[in-house]
């Protein structure tokens, strides 16, 4: 049995002051988790808290952390997505559920109908890290891409897989974030140490 005894539930908005010694803007960020079971309660919801404490680890920059918790289906999925994005002005979103195979997986196919450009390397990079975990993850259909000036991909739902990927891919983040017109994300380097090419810098 998995201890949860660490997880709290999340609140809508969750505010992370950042550090003061922080470089970076403030950030809006958004955490959907999908699952029928979770959306209605029936267990506690530890994909979107795992997410939330690697921010809080990683991020010096103050941030805005707005978070949902919708079942499996296509319409509402994609009416959050589009809402966080377009309403609350979130410059990254991350999915957390429903990315493989089985007839109610319908996040990626959600995120491909919100998003105006599909970038592959995120699927592509997230499934060669859980490939030296598990041989299921080819079974894996996470996707990444853009919508306006918001970064929105795919991560997996359990804590353990949620982090063995965002530690790594996160590394791309900001730097993409800032291509596509959002604000400058200040990274905790001992936690991610994020890309940019020199002359992208702040410090």
Avoid: H
């Avoid at 795992?50 to 994609?78: H, Q, R, W």
């Avoid at 109610?104 to 592509?124: H, K, S």
Wanted: hydrophobic fraction near 35%; include cysteine.
């Amino acid at each position: 049995m998995v201890n949860t005894d660490w997880v709290i539930p999340l609140d809508y908005l969750n505010r992370l002051d950042g550090n003061t010694n922080s470089c970076g803007d403030l950030v809006r960020i958004g955490i959907v988790t999908v699952s029928d079971r979770a959306s209605k309660g029936e267990y506690l919801d530890e994909g979107g808290p795992a997410i939330l404490e690697f921010f809080k680890a990683g991020i010096n920059s103050p941030a805005e952390v707005y978070y949902s918790c919708i079942p499996d289906e296509m319409t509402e999925i994609k009416s959050e997505l589009t809402r966080f994005a377009d309403d609350l002005g979130c410059s990254v979103i991350v999915t957390t559920g429903g990315t493989g195979p089985a007839d109610r997986d319908v996040t990626p196919d959600a995120t491909v109908a919100v998003c105006e450009r599909i970038l592959d390397g995120f699927g592509e990079q997230m499934r060669a890290i859980s490939l030296q975990y598990v041989p299921t993850a080819i079974l894996s259909r996470q996707v990444g891409g853009t919508r306006g000036k918001c970064l929105i991909f795919n991560l997996p739902g359990r804590p353990k897989a949620i982090r063995e990927t965002i530690d790594e891919i996160w590394r791309a983040v900001p730097y993409c974030v800032d291509l596509i017109g959002g604000p400058y994300i200040d990274m905790n380097d001992d936690v991610c140490d994020a890309f940019r090419p020199k002359d992208a810098r702040r410090r």
